[in-house]
């Protein structure tokens, strides 16, 4: 054998496994290069956004917080009448947070499902925007009080909606896990969702934990809430 | 013929290179196309000095080896500084590729031209 052809052939190797491996890489990635490029933009603009909503958020807090002070203020007489119903009118409005005795429901993605059966259709393993909606509807139905997903309450002009691999709630994204608090009589409840979209879940293997608890508090609606077209009659 | 198993070495390699299941994270993608680069360098560099009959394993492999981590440090500091640095390593080692390969061209244009010449002289003869 002659002195060269065993290092030719160790780089001869070596060149051929990088070049094989770097035209998988190429062919699997410029695909998607310049909308990767797009997308992070993208991100970008909606991350400042958000940031922008949750300091206006804040303010609207901080407002509320100071118009509260000043309607405690003056308690005397028929004022303080109005008061209590003004009160009442703010925790059906969902604008306090508000404790008592109910149910946390938390709800993941079925990852391990997923990972026993990578060929299969992801869509069969992850938590779907209706799931919720279910859910919350089944508690409603058990009558719950007042309903929030991972702290997001729900008020009347709240929606439950997809938005590809997230899911908007009072248009803040919301990620898995879910945690559904609700107030309202445990039992009730329980029984309602038990009866439906829950026991689906639970025999789609979906990992789920249900917690009563007696303390229970649920944050107040951040958003902003106006009625423009909507007038008392 | 000497370059049979060279060539048996290079589907190997490609065979292997296209059967990894190793997932590279982007950001060293960069340094893959360095070392293609390097290896390539190296084979033509290596057939080059078997034509040239000034062969040597030793100062191949090393210098393979060392091309390649020279470039890729290279392309590092180009992160670090935000300088393009790597388009040097890529247009040295391209330069070099094209050099090796036309001096391996004039050898083998050569080397046939000597046979033929050599050929006709028998018949002559």
């Given amino acids: ?233 | 013929m000497w370059f049979i198993l060279p060539i048996i070495g290079l589907i190997l390699g490609i065979y292997l290179g296209s059967n990894i299941t190793f997932q590279l994270p982007a950001i060293y993608i960069k340094y893959m196309s360095i070392a293609v680069l390097a290896s390539l360098d190296s084979v033509f560099g290596g057939i080059k000095a078997v034509l040239k009959n000034n062969f040597d394993g030793t100062i191949l492999l090393s210098g393979f080896f060392t091309n390649a981590l020279l470039a890729a440090l290279l392309a590092y500091l180009g992160d670090r500084l935000d300088v393009d640095l790597y388009y040097a390593a890529i247009f040295a080692f391209g330069v070099r590729i094209f050099q090796n390969l036309a001096t391996i061209r004039h050898h083998v244009i050569t080397n046939l031209r000597q046979r033929k010449a050599l050929a006709r002289g028998e018949k002559n003869e």
């Fill in chain 1, 1 to 233: 054998m002659r002195k060269f052809i065993l290092p030719l052939t160790i780089v001869c190797i070596i060149s051929g496994f990088f070049l094989a491996f770097q035209f998988k890489i190429q062919t699997n990635t410029t695909s998607f290069d310049a909308v990767s490029q797009k997308n992070a933009n993208l991100i970008n603009v909606i991350q400042s956004l958000e940031q922008e909503i949750e300091s206006q958020e804040d303010q609207i807090a901080a407002m509320r917080n100071q118009l509260n002070e000043i309607q405690n203020q003056n308690n005397r007489g028929k004022l303080q009448d109005l008061q209590q119903e003004l009160i009442r009118a703010k925790i059906n409005a969902g604008l306090t947070s508000v404790i008592g005795k109910g149910i946390v429901i938390t709800l993941d993605d079925n990852k391990e499902g997923l990972n026993a059966a990578p060929n299969d259709d992801p869509n069969k393993y992850i938590i779907h925007y209706e799931h919720i909606l279910n859910l919350v509807n089944e508690l409603k139905i058990g009558g719950a009080e007042a309903i929030s997903v991972n702290g997001q309450r729900l008020i009347t002009t709240s929606e439950i909606r997809c938005v590809g691999n997230l899911i908007l709630i009072n248009m803040s994204r919301i990620a898995p896990p879910f945690v559904i608090s609700a107030i309202g009589s445990p039992k009730l409840m329980l029984e309602s969702v038990s009866m439906g979209q829950l026991e689906l879940l639970k025999s789609a293997q979906y990992p789920i934990t249900v917690e009563e608890k007696e303390e229970l508090i649920i944050p107040a609606y951040k958003g902003e809430l106006q009625f423009n077209s909507a007038v008392s009659q």
